[in-house]
């Protein structure tokens, strides 16, 4: 049954009232099985997935407000060996939940934000016709119970065979780099950026840089970013811009990485790492200055990366500098 706009406008209106604001309620539980999900996640549909799918982890979230305004309803995530589904609930009561299955194999890019207590994973694979994407909001209380069946999510995109070894390891080259950087960012590279079984080839690190504004005030311009070139992904740590506390985590199987575009701008280099798979093509963006952009260049190239080097584009403000 087709419904008019003002009804929708209505119906989430009401539903925004409806959204835990305190307490333990807003927080995303885990669920033993599939059985146990809300019934606005329930359908045949649902429980048909759930017979042929050996499910290890669900994840349950609330109904959400995003970023102030944006009303999300009920989801859940459900984690096989080597797939993520994602279940959303309909805004109308007695409609079966939206369902997307998302798999390892045909992953382009995952982004992890970890700030405070702000959790946002962004999924983008290979669909049906063209790259599907999976976003979810949690308050990151809940990537104690995320973090381990997303990394075997990414364990099953890399290409090696078989299950993976324990530990991970720096190779000579890389050595001397992985030692000069920032305690933080070490450790993120243990913590985060490095799965087991993975050699780390080479790294740049782009540290933070600001710039004046009205005199007494500095901006930021663009965050500490480590860019890592491992055995099987291009993998980005870096912070939110003027937010030292908190990560950013992206990795990207080099297996789809068909190359790399660096545009210079004013301000930085925007380095594109171009990812195809299945004849679906995808763009992944990375700021860094001119200097860094270089020295990920020398790193991709020695590892038979293609790269493209773009005429530099200059804003109207940028030129009359």
């Known amino acids: 049954m087709a419904r008019s706009e003002e009804e929708r406008e209505e119906r989430l209106a009401h539903l925004k009232g409806e959204v835990p604001t305190r307490g333990v309620e807003r927080l995303p539980w885990t669920l033993k099985q599939v059985g146990d999900l809300p019934a606005e996640l329930q359908s045949p549909a649902v429980a048909s997935l759930a017979a042929e799918e050996a499910i290890q982890r669900i994840i349950a979230f609330p109904p959400q407000i995003q970023r102030g305004w944006h009303y999300i309803p009920k ?21 079966d939940p939206q369902i997307a299955t998302l798999k390892g194999s045909g992953l382009l890019y995952m982004r992890v934000t970890l700030i405070l207590l702000y959790g946002f994973m962004e999924v983008v694979a290979q669909g049906e016709a ?6 979810v909001e949690f308050n990151t209380v809940a990537w104690t119970y995320l973090s381990r069946p997303v990394r075997q999510f990414l364990q099953a995109a890399g290409t090696a065979a078989g299950a993976l070894a324990e ?13 000069k950087l920032p305690l933080k960012f070490s450790n993120g590279v243990k913590i985060h950026g490095l799965l087991p079984g993975e050699e780390l080839e080479g790294l740049v690190f782009q540290p933070a840089v600001w710039k004046r504004w009205l005199v007494w005030f500095r901006k930021p311009v663009l965050a500490n970013t480590l860019v890592l070139l491992t055995s099987r992904y291009v993998a980005v740590i870096e912070e939110e811009p003027g937010v030292e506390q908190g990560w950013i985590i992206s990795h990207i199987p080099r297996s789809n990485i068909s190359g790399m ?13 171009q990812l195809e798979r299945g004849g679906q093509t995808a763009g992944f963006k990375i700021l860094l200055q001119d200097q860094a952009a270089r020295d990920w260049r020398e790193r991709w190239l020695s590892h038979g990366g293609r790269w493209q080097d773009l005429p530099e584009i200059k804003s109207e403000q940028g030129r009359g500098k």
């Open 167 to 179: 530990g991970f390891r720096v190779s000579p080259a890389a050595l001397p780099d992985f030692e």
């Open 75 to 95: 989801q859940a995530l459900l984690f096989t060996p080597t797939e993520v589904i994602h279940l959303i609930a309909s805004v109308w009561p007695g409609q």
């Open 130 to 135: 063209s790259p599907a994407r999976l976003g």
């Open 261 to 273: 575009q660096n545009q210079p701008r004013d301000e930085w280099d925007e380095v594109t790492v």
